[in-house]
Structures are given as structure tokens and as C-alpha cells.
């Protein structure tokens, strides 16, 4: 099944562009799973337990879990195999190699993490990018416009009358022969996301920089969605992990979801 | 000791650029290493015990251990701690994630593997490079100009009249206050490899694409040198490790790894 079709299939399913961010930080996690033996897969089976009817992707942070590295690894396996089938994983890990070094990548999170997407950054070009199209039911996000301070030293910097991250939308269109890319776009730039949007009718994008990093919710989900009101998918990793750091954090993710994907949906055009 | 300081001491007294990409792959190493425990761990120990008198730095690229899960990184843990601690290590990982994830990455390379360089993606600019900045004795390699075909689709595009990658050059520069920046140029291009040079005289070079890749010896180490015949990091990975698959692969390496070096300073203006 085409990565496009499954994430419409859950969003609509669960009636959710919501995606949960596993950005799972061992300082920020209830000190009562820091006695388990392995205390980010205790938390995020917890969070998918009660998130899983709520969301149409989860997406592990690559950095949480190389942190903690081969015990990382570990975790972040379980935690791959936990997530139920019909959700889609995308991993974030901003990759970008050659051709020999990113196949070694593609296999590692698509063949052993069976992660449905992965985050690349665009730098090195189509070659960087391939192998992971060779996989024709997963996605290749590719970074197009981020959320931070520092999108402005490259990504804006026009050449022959565009900037550099419509040069990047449109190439990555081009790529997109077999329906497998998708696009990264933060919630921060609600007038270039809609400019993206307009050039790239069909692709998913990928939004991060709601919650901790002040996005506007409103502005993502109108200009994110396409023309049938999906194929956004709505990041949010902290506000909902850490809602709460007692007992109830369980219940508190849950709530903090549901009052997300509420909002999501209130701005959605469907 | 400042990054810069550690490698031109190794370079000075090993007389040598040569730097071995730990590129090492299960389907390409001796066969008879494959029954030992850990058949990565004891490659890379073999390559490192008979080069480690002809190199400036080792450069083990991420890809290839995460290809292994658990397993990979406690192989990439084991030869990161028996490299020679006058040795510098440049961890292949091109990185580039915002600050937060950033902190995370810089603090796994840095501190975990005690890596004393990273490679970086310049793409998210200057606060997904900043984290690894703090760390003033380490050494941050970004992206500038890299050795596949890819390389065209972005950063060659002109914008106020220069290329993407001479911006991300001066960029990088502008960055460098604590002298721990460094550029990634591939050999292929010796032009542009000239020109970034005079911009960047004081910074490393990282320079890929020599052997298996085909880029222009002679050009690399005459170009990627600075004005005293140093801080080019001149880098060979499959040429080295796979000279041989037999009993003897040790002893050719070796010998590629001698007669490269010796190539490398014909070539040398010191």
C-alpha cells in the first residue's frame, strides 16, 4: 500500500491530522519509569496506548535515541514494533548521504525499523534522495522550509526570482514519480506554507513547530491541507509528552491529543 | 587542545593528510572475520594497528553502524575508544537538526564517542550548528560543496551573484570565532575546491571523493591545502579497507594506506 493511501486511510479512520512526536527525553519523562528496565519504551508504549485512536503518524526523533546509543537503539526498535501496523512511523532523522551511504540508511529504517518515512535534508540532491525512493510504499519528507531562526541564512536566498525552498518544493515534485515524497514545511511560516501548498497540490507535508515552538495552528492546518482538507501532518512532541510529569501523564497526553486534534479539526476544510 | 592545534600535531608527526573512512561493511570485509563476536569491532582494530602511523584522522561513517542497530553502535563505541587518543575522530554523520535535537546530537558525538568532529548539513543554518559549537575544543565539518552529482541540483544555484556553496562557506566562516568550523569539499571539483580555499585559508577541509569516487589527487591536495601544506584532511575509505579480502587484507591496507600517503605529499607544497 502506498504510503499516501495508508496515511489517509488512518486520518480518516481516527478523523486526525494529528502526529505524535516521540521526542523522548529521560529528564522529562515521570521519575517513576527511571526504576524500569527500559524506561523511553515504558513512556512511549504508554503515550501510543492512549494516543493511538487519536493520531494519523507517529514520528520518533532520531536524537533522543542515539543519545542513549545501543540502549537507544533498543528502545526505539520496541518502540517501532509497538506502534500498530496501520499507523505510519516516520522516523526524523534529516538524513542525507551519497548514494552508497544513504542506501545503508534506507535499509536500516526501512527494512529494520519498518518505518514508513523518513526526514532528508535536500543539500546534497537527487542522488542523496533515491535510494530511499527505491522504496516505493514509504515517503521521502524533505526538508523544504524549517521552523527555526536559522531557515533564514539559506532557505530564503532567492536565485533567478525564487527562493531556495521553492527550488527545493519544486524539485522534489519532480522526484515524485512513484508518489513516495513528501515535504517539511514548519508551522511557522504560514505564508510560504501556503505558497508550498499551491505548488504541491498532491504531496504530504510534514509540520512541526506547532505547541513548544509557537507556530499558528490555525494558519498550518488552512494552508497545510490540501484541497479535500487532508495529507497535512500536524506535529506536536513536547506539549503532549510532557503535559504532565506525575502519575497521570498518561491521562494528561491523552487529554492535551484530544484537545489537539479537536483544534486541528475545527480549522480543517473538509 | 583546540581541534585545529591536535590535528596538525598527528599530521606534523605522522607526516601525513591521509585520513581512513571506517566505511566498514559486513558484505565487503574477510570472511574469516565474520565468526568472531564482533566482526566490525575486530576490522576496524586490524585497520586501525596498521595505520595508525600513517593517518590524521579516522572518519567512521555512521551510516554502516546504524545499518546494525544495538549492534552497530557498540561496535562504533569500541573503535572510537581504541583510536590512539592523539588521533582526531570525525564522525561521518551530516547532521543538521534544530537546537534542541541538535544539543542532543552534539552531546552523543561529543561526549558519548568522544568523536572530535562531526559532519554537518548546512541546510537548517546557523542554530542547528550552534549546539555543537559550544563545544570549543571539537571540531564542526559543514557541508559545502560534496562529490556526487547530486551536488548541481542546489549548490551551484547563484543568488546575489555567488553559489549556494560559496555563501555557506562565508557563512561558516562568520561562524568560526572559536576556531572549531570546518568544511566538507569533495575532490571532484577542483575549481571550486581552489576557490573556497582562498576564502576559507585558516579552516580543515574535509576532503572526500578521493579513490572509489575518482577525484583528481593532485588537484585536491594542491587546492585543499592551506598557504603551509596542511588542513586538508585528504579522505580514502573502500580503497584502503577492501585493498584485499583475504587472509592479508591488514598488510594491503597498509601498504595502499603508505603509498597513498606518500602521493598525498608528492604533492604537498610545505
Request: charged content about 30%; some cysteine.
Amino acid at each position: 500500500m502506498k504510503f499516501v493511501e495508508k496515511l489517509l486511510k488512518i486520518s480518516s479512520k481516527n478523523d486526525s491530522l494529528l502526529c505524535v512526536g516521540l521526542d523522548t527525553d529521560l529528564n522529562k519523562i515521570p521519575k517513576l519509569l527511571l526504576e524500569k528496565k527500559d524506561p523511553i519504551f515504558e513512556f512511549n508504549k504508554k503515550i501510543i496506548d492512549v494516543t493511538f485512536d487519536l493520531v494519523c503518524a507517529y514520528k520518533p526523533n532520531m536524537a533522543f535515541y542515539e543519545a542513549h546509543g545501543s540502549k537507544g537503539w533498543e528502545s526505539l526498535e520496541k518502540t517501532c514494533k509497538y506502534i500498530p501496523q496501520n499507523i505510519p512511523i516516520i522516523i526524523d532523522a534529516k538524513r542525507g548521504d551519497i548514494g552508497n551511504t544513504a542506501k545503508m540508511y534506507a535499509q536500516t529504517f526501512f527494512e529494520k525499523l519498518k518505518a514508513d518515512g523518513i526526514t532528508l535534508s535536500p543539500y546534497m540532491g537527487q542522488d542523496a534522495v533515491l535510494p530511499f525512493l527505491e522504496y516505493k510504499d514509504k515517503c521521502a519528507f524533505i526538508l523544504c522550509l524549517t521552523s527555526n531562526v536559522g531557515a533564514e541564512d539559506f532557505q530564503f536566498l532567492e536565485s533567478q526570482g525564487e527562493s531556495l525552498y521553492i527550488k527545493v518544493a519544486k524539485k522534489v515534485i519532480s522526484w515524485n514519480k512513484d508518489k513516495n515524497c513528501g515535504l517539511v514545511v514548519g508551522a511557522t511560516a504560514a505564508e510560504q506554507l501556503k505558497k508550498i501548498r499551491e505548488i504541491a497540490a498532491d504531496l504530504p507535508i510534514l509540520i512541526p513547530g506547532i505547541g513548544a515552538q509557537g507556530g499558528d495552528l490555525k494558519m498550518a492546518v488552512k494552508f497545510g491541507t490540501d484541497r479535500y482538507g487532508n495529507l497535512a501532518i500536524i506535529n506536536s512532541s513536547r506539549s503532549i509528552l510532557y503535559a504532565s510529569n506525575g502519575e497521570d501523564f498518561a491521562l494528561k497526553a491523552r487529554e492535551e491529543a484530544k484537545k489537539l486534534k479537536k483544534e486541528i479539526n475545527l480549522y480543517r476544510e473538509k
